[in-house]
């Protein structure tokens, strides 16, 4: 049998979500929901359309409060975020879960999940959908990242400026990746009620493997 990419090395013996990755994920939950709520709150100041975010939802107060608390968010997340891809990379654990990722592979995932036939039984192994979703999570928040270092500091990054096509249109691009973001995060939140041993696999770090001389004979 083809071992499955997805699964442990031969001879490690560890949970699905290693401790690592479980601290690192609600880090970056709680920089994200900081991040965007303080946002919500900035934007609330100098509208790009024609509405804003009610209060209540919003984080800071007041405008120099929002910035304070965005500020804190945004350096949270820049660490805990670098810290999350340098763990990944070196562990081998994102070329793992989130590849091989095709488009046909993606389209006959999302049929069988519309189908009711994708299976959840196994939290080591991503379908190609949760792969392609979790890959534009992490390139939207590195989008949403850049694009705000140009907002906050446009003169000091005058090419990162240009690349975005200017200070207003990288606020426009901020924006919707934010936006985008709160869509994933909503998505991401709904399968987790679906699914709850997901949810608790992140908590725990879920059942650990049998190593093949502990299974029991079929």
């Known amino acids: 049998m083809k071992a499955d990419p997805t699964s442990f090395p031969p001879g490690r013996d560890g949970p699905p979500h290693p401790l690592w990755l479980r601290a690192t994920h609600w880090i970056n939950a709680l920089a994200v929901l900081i991040m965007v709520t303080s946002g919500w709150r900035i934007y609330d100041a100098s509208p790009l359309f024609d509405f804003t975010f009610p209060a209540g939802i919003t984080l800071g107060g007041w405008l120099g409060g929002a910035l304070q608390w965005h500020f804190a968010g945004m350096w949270l997340f820049a660490v805990n975020g670098l810290l999350y891809l340098c763990l990944g990379l070196s562990t081998g654990r994102l070329a793992r879960r989130l590849f091989p990722v095709t488009a046909r592979g993606v389209l006959d995932d999302a049929r069988r999940a519309l189908a009711g036939r994708l299976a959840h039984s196994d939290p080591r192994r991503y379908n190609q959908v949760q792969r392609a979703a979790y890959l534009f999570a992490i390139l939207d928040l590195v989008l ?75």
């Open 144 to 218: 949403v990242g850049l694009s705000g270092l140009v907002v906050w500091k446009s003169v000091q990054f005058p090419l990162l400026r240009e690349l975005f096509g200017g200070y207003d249109a990288a606020r426009r691009i901020h924006f919707y990746g934010m936006a985008a973001i709160v869509a994933f995060a909503a998505v991401h939140i709904s399968m987790a009620v679906l699914v709850p041993r997901s949810l608790l696999a992140m908590v725990s770090g879920g059942p650990r493997p049998r190593r093949p001389g502990k299974e029991r004979a079929s």
